[in-house]
T-cell receptor
Framework: DQQVKQNSPSLSVQEGRISILNCDYTNSMFDYFLWYKKYPAEGPTFLISISSIKDKNEDGRFTVFLNKSAKHLSLHIVPSQPGDSAVYFCAASPNSGYALNFGKGTSLLVTP | KAGVTQTPRYLIKTRGQQVTLSCSPISGHRSVSWYQQTPGQGLQFLFEYFSETQRNKGNFPGRFSGRQFSNSRSEMNVSTLELGDSALYLC?????????????FGNGTRLTVT
């Protein structure tokens, strides 16, 4: 049962524009959310996280927004760069948990 | 600091065999987690160890097992391999585990079962 869903398998964006990656979750016990980026032949790399006590967290070009009532989060990348082309995974866990529940990923392609 | 090291990178096994995968965490990290990545299911949690104790286990059959040594290095074992076990197995470490310590992943071991 997929508790974290990324409904867009792929996304293509022009360099310099905004990339918006979306994620929905079903488990109301989740209160910690993360985004990971994965290049081919490498393991996922931690990008940014957000706790359920916040609705926004920024780190440079990356911003994560959390809408608890809609059980929805999104990752904004501004401006997008070709090096951002990768698969992005959304993950969630309960605050006391040690296991992350991952979405199936969204493949982002940033074109020059 | 060296990253998470997984060996071997690639492995080909036959149905019915068993396999052992190894993971060396980042120095100082005491929590090691294992995940299975397949095209159909994405990344799925297998188990998590801290100070040689399994703290959490995912929904996988008993053929999947693991252990952690006193130096925090970890191994996972899959017995009686099935074709469906073909996957990328990812190990991740963190300082304490839990939500205050983001996971640092290795590059994985690609297991192919024929």
């Amino acid at each position: 049962d997929q508790q974290v869903k990324q409904n867009s398998p792929s996304l293509s964006v022009q360099e310099g524009r905004i990339s918006i990656l979306n994620c929905d979750y079903t488990n109301s016990m989740f209160d910690y959310f993360l985004w990971y980026k994965k290049y081919p032949a490498e393991g996922p790399t931690f990008l940014i996280s957000i706790s359920s006590i916040k609705d926004k967290n920024e780190d440079g070009r990356f911003t994560v927004f959390l809408n608890k009532s809609a059980k929805h989060l999104s990752l904004h990348i501004v401006p997008s760069q070709p090096g951002d082309s990768a698969v992005y995974f959304c993950a969630a866990s309960p605050n006391s948990g040690y296991a992350l529940n991952f979405g199936k990923g969204t493949s982002l392609l940033v074109t020059p | 600091k060296a990253g998470v090291t997984q060996t071997p990178r690639y492995l080909i096994k036959t149905r019915g065999q068993q396999v052992t995968l190894s993971c060396s965490p980042i120095s100082g990290h005491r929590s090691v987690s294992w995940y299975q990545q397949t095209p159909g299911q994405g990344l799925q949690f297998l188990f998590e160890y801290f100070s040689e104790t399994q703290r959490n286990k995912g929904n996988f059959p008993g053929r999947f097992s693991g252990r952690q040594f006193s130096n925090s290095r970890s191994e996972m074992n899959v017995s009686t391999l099935e074709l469906g076990d073909s996957a990328l197995y990812l190990c991740a470490s963190s300082y304490l585990g839990g939500t205050n310590s983001p996971l640092h992943f290795g590059n994985g071991t690609r297991l192919t079962v024929t």
